[in-house]
């Protein structure tokens, strides 16, 4: 039982990593390209995954397994913004889907903290995919527009000297 559970838990770490490192770099190029809107949400959202991979880790350390601290996909170098928001909020999906399954799986094998701790996952991940998707909405309605309204607002927020994130 605890094997299996440390298995899931592991195979969780590597995608919460990957997940870390693709939003980072989708962080970089929005917050470069002046989208401050869309570069703190992918900002926030990686540091939320890290917190996800803390908790694993130490659920993996109390069961006395590894943490494999390994990504399990490299970065893709997506440049467009609606492509970055499709493959985040496919991401979600993916890991909501995941969560589920091994939840259960967990719930097979009488590890009701394992169990507990995926259902928490499943959660926060479907509010993530939900503003992914709220902005390709948007992206969608206002087209390019959407991007130069936060291009702008930089603008008047550096203009009066305020910090941008
Ligand atoms: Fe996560
Ligand atoms: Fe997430």
């Known amino acids: ?59 993996i350390l109390f069961l006395k397994g590894e943490v494999e601290l390994k990504a399990a996909h490299e970065v893709k170098k997506i440049h467009v913004v609606s492509e970055m928001l499709e493959m985040a909020a496919g991401m979600e999906t993916g890991s909501a889907n995941d969560y589920n399954k091994w939840a259960n799986e967990c719930s097979k094998n009488a590890d009701s903290v394992s169990k507990k701790l995926f259902e928490t996952l499943v959660e926060d991940e479907e509010r993530h995919f939900n503003q992914y998707d709220d902005e390709m909405e948007n992206l969608k309605k206002f087209g390019d527009n959407y991007l130069a309204l936060q291009s702008i607002e930089r603008s008047k927020n550096i203009s009066a000297g305020k910090p941008t994130e």
């Open 1 to 59: 039982m605890k094997e299996k559970s440390i298995e899931l838990l592991n195979k969780a770490v590597a995608d919460e990593l990957s997940a870390v490192h693709q939003y980072m770099y989708f962080h970089f190029l929005c917050d470069d390209q002046g989208y401050d809107l869309l570069a703190n949400l992918f900002k926030r959202t990686a540091i939320q995954e890290m917190m996800h991979i803390e908790m694993l880790s130490e659920r």
